[in-house]
């Protein structure tokens, strides 16, 4: 009931601290609701007066602006406040109803949301994109700048956050009773700037403006607790009971973002968490005069959610990591337990309404923490409190890379959490005990499926523990999920056998993705599909195939390529100062910098290009395809071999681009600092783009889809979803090379490989590098080892023929205009699967049991 009646503050702020007075007269709250009933009956009705009139009181009340001080930023704000009143109503109705019906959610916990902008999105969610914009010009301010005004909420690294967002968008969409739960961070990513072709990171001030899209829950309120000891006192019946005590309590307060179902009435929610500055005091030393400890407690616990960790597929052991992760697991259990006690059921229905999904082991702590709260607060016994925490939890794997695996130091944790380091041990226990006893003396099996790795210190291994705690574990892709049956996950099938083990090949939104990404698209698509409906439904895009040889629509198919190119090429003039012919082929790799994603590769191809143009005749390089090889993406700040590779792209870039000789046939560019909105810029401009990772280390990707879905066609390894979209666009469509997982083993591991023995092409690459063509070569040095006295653990050298081999068949494939136009409209043509509602109707139905529950329109 968080929408009429928030919780009682009583239960869970300080005492000293209670601001709010909760025995309010009856007969006030009853006038109070009937008043609230009839004015939530009536939402704004649409039309231009109204919606002008909201903007202007906005501008004048909410922005404290007067006319010659409206500029096209509190224009923006004042338009996303009156958004915004629309959407918290909805946000009210759809919350209210689920509560009533007490039907069953599910709460996608996630530590990264990569949400990207959201007034398009949701002007569009609520169909009134038109009215805004009529209203706007009307103003005198064009939607287009308004819309530029918004900052980016850059809450994830990449692929793991963005799927979140998109998650959460067909849960809405769909009508799927469900919240998001994560941390909102002070800092988001970084922005990234180039400086001398270097990456440097500059914090990423995302709150600066206040956030029309975020409503701070100040009542929502939850300790969490650190450090501390474990007592043992017998209750009331004489059984023991543990106590967590002492340490350091931090508050966790709510901000709740509303997200808008496309075409629906329903509104859902993602609740994040902010480590609250003032209730931080440490009352004691305060009292004593100690303001020094006092302040820098407050200090500490600001820094809790200051800043997001910019690690994408990669573990880093901080201590405030650590906290980050448990404040999170912390504040998000407390806060479905309250909400579950509300309905009164018996605490056996837990998991009939609640299914909690971790979006990779970030949020595993949740698993022990709902264990304590259920044993130590509510006094349930263990095998009743197990019982319901491995019926609620299912688990998402997202990567097999070992540097990505979470593990903790049993000491660290033993120190910040010492009640969970016991009931990890006794969960990890009681599972030994169950495997032994199924498969006794193999002492190699439970030394192997012990979630405590042995060793000076002991781990925990995250993965371990959230696959025992959970009912279902899932992959992202059909390869990715058999691969981790066959890995990390295998001793686990041998106890628990292979049903536990599913796949949920991974999804995008299209309303993001192509229907706001690409406005041009998506209303030719609309004029021949005839409805608007495959914005929800994607695999009406099948249709498209039947316009495939209709020369007017692929003459307008080609035309909207076109002017997605242009709009790129404008943008990277104003980004980058560079300029390109958007007649040449688009060829774009842009996502996380990382060695398995293989940018190295992709500038090493480039390096062979340019060194082929340069000593082709004059007469022969007519015949060449223009290319314009775009980049962009972040480095982890601390990666020092991926901020090499950027800085060997802006090297090559600024020698190739200066080089007149090529008469433009070759262009590199690396667009700084990526994000959601640059990628809706780039993405729908791409003719080829690049997903060419080591078979087996991609776990699934979700820009090959994006890229895809806008007409885009894909130059790509055998690996994660590349598979699967292959299978549903035809292998014709898709250009393939590449070693295949299986075989990567036995390349590391065996004498048939031998790097650098292998091709003349990379040595005389290397070569040109090692010369000095692209500046001093020892910059170069350490990056170019990773290729021989580091064993090339990514197979570059292994693959490097095959790679320049598919680089020809793309540029042969893209001369025949008229068979190129027919490969791109086949591919949109068969992306219906890859909607995130597809995912998330599998989900829904085969892991968490919820259904669609809509929330009726007003009338
Ligand atoms: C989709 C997306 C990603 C994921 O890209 P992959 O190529 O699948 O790794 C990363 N960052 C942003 C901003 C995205 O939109």
Not at 192 to 204: A, H, W
Not at 384 to 410: K, Y
Not at 758 to 781: D, M, Q, R, W, Y
Request: net charge negative; aromatic share 10%.
């Amino acid at each position: 009931m968080e929408s009429t009646a928030p919780f009682s503050p009583t239960s869970m702020t300080m005492p000293g601290l209670v601001r709010h007075n909760s025995l309010e007269g009856q007969v006030g709250k009853t006038k109070i609701a009937s008043l609230m009933e009839e004015f939530d009956k009536k939402e704004e009705p649409v039309d231009n007066e109204r919606v002008q009139n909201a903007i202007i009181r906005h501008l004048s009340t909410t922005m404290v602006k007067i006319p010659k001080q409206v500029d096209s930023f509190a224009t923006y704000m004042a338009a996303a406040y009156s958004v915004r009143d629309r959407l918290i109503q909805r946000w009210n109705e759809t919350q209210e109803y689920h509560e009533s019906l007490q039907v069953k959610r599910v709460y996608y916990m996630s530590m990264e949301f990569l949400l990207g902008r959201s007034m398009d999105n949701a002007l569009l969610a609520l169909g009134l994109k038109k009215v805004y914009s009529d209203c706007l010009n009307g103003l005198g301010f064009n939607m287009e700048d308004c819309l530029e005004e918004e900052l980016n909420a850059g809450l994830g690294n990449g692929g793991l956050g963005r799927l979140a967002a998109c998650y959460v968008d067909s849960l809405a969409t769909l009508d799927y009773p469900g919240w998001g739960y994560g941390l909102r961070y002070e800092y988001g990513m970084f922005k990234q700037l180039i400086v001398d072709g270097y990456q440097k990171e500059v914090p990423d001030e995302w709150l600066g403006d206040p956030n029309p899209w975020e409503l701070p829950r100040p009542d929502i309120c939850y300790q969490v607790r650190f450090y501390g000891h474990v007592n043992t006192r017998r209750n009331d019946d004489g059984k023991e009971q543990m106590h967590w005590e002492g340490g350091q309590v931090v508050d966790a307060m709510a901000y709740d973002v509303p997200v808008p179902g496309y075409g629906t009435n329903n509104v859902t929610n993602i609740r994040l968490w902010s480590c609250k500055k003032e209730k931080l005091f440490d009352l004691g030393s305060f009292n004593e005069g100690d303001y020094d400890h006092a302040f820098a407690a407050k200090m500490h616990a600001e820094s809790l959610t200051a800043v997001l960790y910019p690690n994408d597929n990669h573990m880093v052991g901080k201590e405030l990591r650590l906290k980050q992760e448990f404040l999170f697991a912390s504040a998000t259990l407390q806060d479905i337990i309250v909400r579950f006690k509300q309905t009164g059921r018996p605490w056996s229905d837990f998991p009939n309404l609640v299914a909690i999904q971790l979006n990779d082991t970030h949020p595993t702590l949740g698993v022990p923490e709902l264990q304590r709260l259920l044993i130590d607060e509510e006094g349930l016994d263990w095998d009743t409190a197990w019982d319901i925490v491995t019926r609620t939890f299912s688990f998402t794997n997202h990567t097999v890379l070992p540097e990505a695996m979470e593990r903790w130091p049993v000491p660290m944790l033993e120190k910040i959490l010492p009640r969970h380091m016991s009931i990890i041990y006794d969960i990890n226990l009681f599972f030994l005990q169950k495997v032994e006893k199924r498969f006794p003396d193999d002492r190699e099996l439970l030394r192997h499926i012990s979630a405590i790795e042995e060793g000076y210190p002991q781990q925990v291994r995250m993965a371990f523990l959230a696959c025992i705690a959970s009912h279902t574990v899932n992959g992202v892709a059909e390869i990715h999920s058999e691969i981790i049956k066959k890995t990390i996950f295998k001793d686990f099938i041998h106890y628990f056998g292979s049903e536990k083990f599913v796949n949920k090949t991974n999804g995008i939104a299209p309303r993001r993705w192509l229907h706001q990404a690409n406005p041009l698209l998506s209303e030719l698509i609309t004029s021949v599909v005839q409805t608007k409906d495959w914005v929800k439904d994607l695999r009406l895009l099948g249709k498209l195939e039947e316009f495939v040889g209709d020369a007017e629509f692929e003459q307008q198919w080609m035309d909207i390529k076109l002017a997605n190119k242009k709009r790129l090429a404008a943008y990277i003039d104003k980004v980058c100062n560079i300029k390109v012919s958007p007649h040449a082929m688009f060829d774009v790799q842009v996502k996380r910098i990382h060695e398995y994603k293989r940018q190295f590769m992709n500038i090493l191809g480039v390096i062979h290009r340019y060194n082929q143009l340069k000593a082709m005749s004059e007469t022969r390089r007519q015949k060449e395809v223009p290319k314009v090889v775009i980049f962009s993406g972040k480095a982890a700040s601390g990666y020092y071999v991926a901020k090499l590779i950027i800085k060997l792209i802006t090297s090559v870039a600024a020698v190739v681009n200066a080089d007149e000789s090529l008469d433009n046939l070759l262009k590199v560019v690396f667009i700084p600092d990526y994000n959601v909105s640059v990628a809706e810029v780039i993405i729908p401009a791409s003719d080829i783009s690049q997903h060419i990772s080591t078979a087996g280390t991609e776990a699934s990707g979700t820009s090959n889809m994006k890229f895809v879905l806008n007409g885009g066609v894909i130059l790509g390894t055998v690996d994660g979803a590349n598979v699967e979209i292959c299978e549903e666009i035809g292998e014709e469509n898709i250009f393939n090379f590449g070693c295949l997982a299986d075989e990567v083993e036995d390349f590391r591991h065996t004498q048939r490989y031998r790097p650098m023995a292998i091709h003349p092409a990379l040595k005389s690459v290397l070569k040109t590098i090692e010369n000095g063509t692209f500046g001093k070569p020892s910059i170069f040095g350490p990056l170019i080892e990773t290729l021989t006295s580091g064993g090339d653990v990514y197979l570059i050298s292994i693959d490097f023929p095959s790679y320049l081999e598919a680089l020809k068949a793309v540029d042969r494939a893209y001369r025949d205009k008229k068979s190129w136009v027919a490969r791109s409209i086949r591919c949109t043509a068969n992306m219906g699967k890859f909607s995130s509602d597809r995912s998330i109707h599998e989900y829904a139905r085969e892991i968490w049991g919820i259904k669609p529950c809509p929330t009726p329109p007003k009338v």
